[in-house]
């Protein structure tokens, strides 16, 4: 969601909190600003893009060594230049940066107004600003960290916050609360920022502020305390990404660079972890509970958008390789159901970056009625790392484009070689079946780039035939119904066209009815239990006119004669299919969107990382 970046050193501010504000772009934003001090407060902010806020700060000249920034993606109050971050005080002395919701911001507005305030937004963030300062100017002996503290116990509801004020010119206050910061440790320089991507460049070591902290940030120190006013002393930790990651290294688009990355980030996911001369599988992550996973009455397995896909993909792999039985939860509506989950059963919750509000509010609520709660997530350090009980990272690398691609395929490694493990584990495989399944995974990395060189060109081709379609549907059974929703699911996040992923079978329960000529079929035919019944869906779809597209596997003659297109793809172990046919998926909807203009890397109304509820 929104993003901020702070800067207090030697350096000149301006140019730090812009290039990390071109960094948090990926996160999703219509406004962006920054505030500074230069004999007092300076804001420059209004809806668009960054580069927008770089001329204007550039026309305006203002200097300064200390400054905070903000994208925000809204969420009370249209997008314009008024409801932009920063948000000030009436006084214009202290100004405010916020990610997250503040819920009862109805009831603070109009208490404020009543003692006389006058607010300027339609925001739920200016409330901070405007009671800082009725608190700060009003009670007697109350210095302004005391007035953060005492404001924040009125406030309900999820924030990170950056926070300046004239009168404390040397320093920015910042506080968490279910929406992620860190502080970037310096040489006599401190950064702050919501995720790494803006500091990685100037240092890597950092400090992860935890719900319900709060720092005072100098130059050269910082004071890490509860809103309480307990002092802590925090961990710094060294952070794994490098600058190169989050670098686009000459592709058009994030995204593209992305697909194009899975060879290498399914080889990284599984590296140290499998080995085919053995025959083993060793996940150090969850070694120490291993016993409980062995003996859970069942696994409940909670994410949201594409996680939740690579979910999907769970349930088949945990019960068709362990025999265990799975549900898979929509995060966002798993606690508000009374969920019946306790001691003996395992949430699974599935998030590429740890911080994804929903997934955090139903594992919280899993812990709190006595259940184990497990981790699959890409970033070291996230809030999701360290509240589950143990956990996998997917080591996929940073994901800057907004549609996820190599983190669905490395969340997909993560869970087979956990179903793996688990079913040698149970006995439900046997030595002789691991070694087959462990030295074809082995093989997966190199299919993956066998598909990204022979079918992008064709793929290309293909989306401009397609590129103005209005409507998609997406069709595959077992494993590869996820797919089709992961398939559908991309293509609507980035071309805008309206697309929908069904089980096979269920086409002739409603949407039979949608299909004619002007209706692309896009058909998953790559796993060998199923390929019969694929073939009379296809038939299906044919005798009605459809244009059919599919993914099928290259010895695929029936499927390959009954479609108007086909991509071609290596055979696998039909529980691996996912990996493979889900790449074709990416490239075409890459391709349509590119051909659409669309912005790919940042599509409209939509996030990243997505912090709120």
């Known amino acids: 969601m929104c993003g901020i970046v702070g800067y207090v050193g030697d350096r000149e501010a301006t140019e730090i909190l812009v290039k990390g504000l071109k960094r948090l772009e990926y996160r999703g934003y219509d406004s962006a600003g920054v505030a500074l001090i230069n004999h007092g407060l300076v804001v420059q902010k209004g809806k668009g893009k960054v580069i927008a806020l770089e001329k204007a700060l550039k026309a305006d000249g203002v200097k300064s060594n200390i400054g905070i920034g903000h994208t925000r993606w809204a969420t009370h109050g249209e997008p314009n230049d008024v409801n932009s971050h920063p948000h000030l005080s009436e006084s214009g002395k202290i100004a405010v940066v916020h990610n997250g919701i503040i819920e009862n911001y109805n009831t603070l507005k109009k208490q404020l107004i009543e003692r006389g305030r006058t607010f300027q937004s339609q925001t739920d963030t200016e409330i901070v600003a405007q009671l800082l300062e009725e608190i700060y100017t009003t009670s007697k002996g109350v210095n302004f960290e005391q007035a953060i503290r005492l404001a924040l116990k009125q406030i309900v509801g999820t924030y990170g916050l950056a926070i300046m004020n004239e009168e404390t010119p040397d320093r920015i206050f910042i506080a968490r609360k279910g929406s992620p910061l860190l502080l970037g440790i310096g040489e006599d320089e401190m950064f702050i920022a919501s995720d790494a991507s803006p500091i990685v460049e100037y240092t890597n070591k950092v400090i992860y502020l935890d719900d319900g902290e709060m720092a005072i940030v100098t130059r050269d120190s910082y004071k890490v305390k509860t809103i309480d006013d307990y002092p802590l002393t925090k961990e710094v930790h060294e952070l794994a990404i490098s600058l190169d990651a989050i670098e686009k290294a000459g592709y058009p ?361």
């Open 253 to 613: 688009h994030f995204m593209l660079k992305e697909i194009f990355e899975q060879p290498r980030s399914i080889a990284d996911c599984m590296r140290g972890r499998i080995n085919p001369d053995t025959g083993k599988i060793v996940l150090g992550g969850i070694e120490d509970v291993i016993d409980e996973l062995i003996h859970a009455k069942r696994i409940v397995i909670a994410a949201c958008g594409t996680s939740w896909h690579s979910a999907l993909v769970g349930e088949y792999l945990f019960e068709q390789l362990a025999k265990t039985p799975v549900e898979v939860e929509y995060a966002s509506e798993f606690r508000y159901r009374d969920p019946l989950i306790g001691k003996g059963d395992v949430l699974l919750v599935i998030s590429q970056s740890g911080e994804t509000a929903d997934t955090l509010a139903a594992l919280r609520e899993a812990k709190a009625r006595g259940a184990m709660v497990l981790g699959i997530c890409n970033v070291v350090g996230s809030t999701i790392s360290r509240e589950t009980d143990a956990g996998v990272f997917t080591h996929a690398g940073p994901e800057i484009g907004v549609a996820s691609t190599k983190a669905f395929t490395a969340q997909v490694v993560v869970l087979i070689m956990m179903a793996l493990e688990l079913g040698q584990r149970k006995g439900i495989l046997s030595q002789s079946e691991m070694n087959k399944y462990i030295k074809e995974l082995s093989k997966i990395p190199s299919k993956v780039e066998y598909i990204l060189e022979h079918t992008d060109e064709a793929i290309q081709k293909m989306a401009s035939l397609f590129t103005y379609a209005p409507n998609f549907l997406y069709l595959g059974r077992s494993y590869n119904f996820p797919v089709a929703l992961e398939g559908a699911l991309k293509l609507k996040e980035i071309s805008y066209i309206h697309a929908e992923g069904y089980p096979a079978a269920e086409m002739k329960h409603g949407p039979i009815a949608l299909i004619d000529e002007m209706m692309p079929v896009v058909v998953i035919a790559a796993t060998d239990h199923t390929n019969d019944k694929m073939i009379s869906n296809i038939e299906e779809v044919k005798a009605r006119k459809g244009r059919i597209i599919s993914i099928m596997n290259d010895d695929n003659p029936e499927v390959e004669q009954l479609s108007e297109f086909h991509i071609s793809i290596p055979t696998t172990a039909d529980c691996f299919s996912p990996l493979l046919t889900v790449i074709p998926l990416q490239l075409l909807s890459y391709y349509i969107a590119v051909n659409r203009g669309c912005h790919v890397d940042q599509p409209r109304n939509l996030a990243k990382s997505v912090t709120v509820e």
